[in-house]
């Protein structure tokens, strides 16, 4: 097995949990809508993209909408979600997480986010993380979602690191999917330690030293 060179975070559900501010945001749209959107239904929406979101959303109601409606929707549970990111400050990292990249910064492990989210810089800087990492690959600069490698190929790149010699933190199925498709090893957390493809399980961050 290769030696472990880097390390690639999803950032929300592994770093930080924002879950709740998307539940928010999306609840406003649903009930515009007239759909009954619970905190269950929220769960299905971790680590999928912003449209595929919507489509989510949208599949648990009767409402047809063109492609033009859904974008001004997308963009205004957007402008929603990014509001309530003000409420974000550095306490809102998840346990153990300074102390964690820190250690592992010290033991010479290069690392990475690769997140489906296009505000992954934003909330790395609301919670003090944002120069934590090597290199940052996100929805800003991918043009396919997970389950698709891609985020994690092009932080893989970014780190200047062969696939083989990185391993990914995530929360989400399709994420632990995406880093088997990239040919990483996979470290699953909360939802995703469900998932039968990921090569190791952890409760909490912290639990990384214990890997790598
Ligand atoms: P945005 P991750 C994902 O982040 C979230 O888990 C998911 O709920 C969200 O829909 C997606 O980012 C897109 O976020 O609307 O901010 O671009 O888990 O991949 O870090
Ligand atoms: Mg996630």
Redo the contacts with the bound molecule.
Sequence with gaps: MSKIKGIIY?????LVH??NL?FEAWSGIAERLGITFTAEDNNR??????M??LDILLSLGPVELSAEEKLTLATE??DE?VRLLDRLTPGDADPGVVETLEVLWQWGIKQAIG??????VPILKRIGLLDAFDAIA??TTISAS?PDPEVFLQAAEKLGLAPADCIVVE??FA?VDAAIAAGMRCVAIGDATAHEGATWTIQALPELLNVV
Excluded: I, P, Q
């Design positions: 999803d950032l929300d559900g592994v924002t879950d998307h929406l971790r680590g999928v993209s912003r595929e979101s549970k957007n979600y997140s489906s989210s296009k505000n992954a996100d929805g997970k929360d989400a994420g």
